[in-house]
């Protein structure tokens, strides 16, 4: 058997994972060339690699671990569980103590009558689920013709050929037979890059307004729910005008259908309270959860329904399920993570003292002559790279070309921050301290400054046109 030592030179630890370890979302070839870096360790706000050296995570991991590494209570509740039952099925009449505290927690906690779970392993599970029950709820009412989910361009909804046929990364949908039918997108609320000269309140009000054109064109009578994050993550941590999401909230109302809210990202403390739609003010129909649930901690994810909905699916045999909706174990690690969140303060922290003092902080990095705008909402933001302010262009270089840059100096001086496009965004663990803020700052900062050398010396401080 060859089991590698976890000691072992990094070299020989990359070169075998470019031999049998295939990466998501990861150009596998280039990688090999490379090697990945191997992270071996990490506790609360800080990762550890096999250079030994100590890396600043303002993503969370993937935006999920929200209480921070190495929490040990976290294992304890696993190790507990694994002990007392590591598995059970819940398909066949029975249940265990674990999904019944969780579900009762999340039913606590989440707002309005959204008082019922249906779990899953991911939110690319979460929101295939959420496509079967919008319909089954439909054609359990007698309107089996309402089929089609409004969506938008560059939402992430996962990565499932459902979920990712929700989303609308036009990438992925170019890869193995994406969308499924009966899925529509319509543009989303990116002021900076596609707001032309309407201000952001008129822009907000125009891209919500083209829910209620896709509602008309399609036919009211077709149309099961609309799905958004309430601040789209993956796309770029597009902050959404504030006149946005209340005429969304209208459209969905006077046209009665339901209002998927996307919370994989927002929600458990993200954006400063529990959930995203709080925060931005909506009622959702039905919820996705997952990263923050465990915080990354177990796989487990899955969908918060109204007392409506439940009801109306209640009535009938909801053919649908996963091996490990409800695991146990997943479930315990998630109840003690959001016992921990809640009686540590964490939320109300976020909210009330690191959140304020990171937006000013982050908001601070506009001033740098790469950024043209610096948008955030509690702890998730992004910052949009110009060659000039003024006109909001972009750069004349294909898109992601100068974020990539800038990412690549954001890891060489350990301060994981990731880019999508040319946005540069964080969504650090919410137990991030106020000096640890001050170090990510100042890590950006430095960052971006090579960057900008960087261009200047390419010559790519070049605009570009939309
Ligand atoms: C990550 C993400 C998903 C998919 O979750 P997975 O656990 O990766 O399947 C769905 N929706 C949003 C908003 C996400 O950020």
Same mark, same amino acid.
């Given at each position: 058997m060859t089991l590698i030592s976890p000691n072992a030179p990094t070299a020989e630890l990359q070169a075998l994972d470019a031999a049998h370890h295939m990466h998501p979302f990861t150009h596998s070839a280039d990688l090999a060339k490379k090697g990945a870096r191997v992270i071996t360790r990490a506790e609360g706000v800080w990762l550890n690699d096999s250079e030994g050296e100590r890396i600043l995570d303002g993503m969370a991991g993937l935006w999920c671990v929200n209480i921070g590494y190495g929490r040990k209570e976290l294992a304890a509740a696993a190790a507990r569980q694994m002990e007392e039952l590591p598995y059970y099925n819940t398909f066949f009449q029975t249940t265990h103590v674990p999904a019944i505290q969780l579900s009762a927690r999340l039913a606590e906690l989440a707002?309005? #009558?959204?008082n019922h779970v249906f779990y899953a392993s991911s939110g690319s599970e979460a929101n295939d689920t959420n496509i079967r029950l919008a319909r089954t709820y439909w054609a359990e009412k007698g309107?089996?013709?309402?089929k089609v989910i409004i969506s938008r361009w560059n939402?992430? %909804? !996962?990565?499932?050929v459902g979920s990712g046929s929700l989303g609308g990364m036009k990438g992925m949908h170019a890869? !193995? /037979?994406? @969308?499924?039918?009966d899925i529509h997108h319509i543009d989303q609320p990116d002021w900076w890059s596609e707001?032309?000269?309407?201000t952001p309140e008129e822009f907000g009000l125009e891209r919500a307004r083209q829910l209620e054109q896709a509602i008309e064109e399609i036919g009211p009578e077709k149309v099961a729910a609309f799905i958004a994050e309430p601040v789209q993550g993956a796309g770029g941590v597009i902050v959404p005008p504030e006149t946005y999401w209340p005429e969304i909230q209208r459209i969905v109302k006077k046209y009665g259908i339901l209002l998927i809210a996307d919370?994989?990202?927002? !929600?458990?403390?993200?954006? /400063? #309270?529990?959930?995203g739609s709080q925060t931005m003010g909506i009622t959702p129909d039905i919820m996705t959860i997952a990263k923050g649930l465990s915080s990354g901690y177990q796989p487990i994810g899955g969908s918060i329904l109204s007392d409506e909905v439940a009801e109306v699916i209640a009535?009938?045999?909801? #053919?649908h399920g996963y091996?490990?909706?409800? %695991?146990p174990v997943a479930c315990a690690v998630a109840l003690e993570n959001l016992r921990i969140l809640d009686e540590e303060g964490v939320v109300k922290q976020v909210a009330e003292e690191t959140g304020p003092y990171l937006k000013e902080k982050f908001e601070g990095?506009?001033?740098? @002559?790469?950024? /043209?705008e610096a948008k955030i909402v509690g702890f998730m933001g992004s910052l949009a790279l110009t060659p000039?302010?003024?006109?909001r262009a972009p750069f004349a270089?294909?898109? !992601?070309t100068v974020g990539y840059i800038c990412r690549e100096r954001c890891f060489a001086n350990n301060l994981v921050m990731r880019h999508v496009g040319d946005r540069m965004i964080i969504s650090p @663990?919410?137990?991030?301290s106020k000096e640890e803020i001050d170090t990510l700052i100042d890590r950006a900062w430095t960052s971006l400054d090579e960057c900008h050398a960087r261009l200047k010396a390419e010559g790519l401080m070049v605009a570009g046109t939309r």
């Open positions: 707002p309005g #009558n959204l309107a089996p013709e309402r939402a992430y %909804h !996962g990565s499932s890869q !193995g /037979g994406m @969308p499924i039918p707001g032309g000269d309407m919370e994989v990202i927002c !929600g458990f403390g993200r954006t /400063g #309270n529990w959930f009535g009938t045999e909801f #053919n091996t490990y909706s409800g %695991h990095l506009a001033a740098h @002559p790469l950024v /043209g000039d302010k003024a006109s270089a294909d898109a !992601g @663990p919410l137990v991030m």
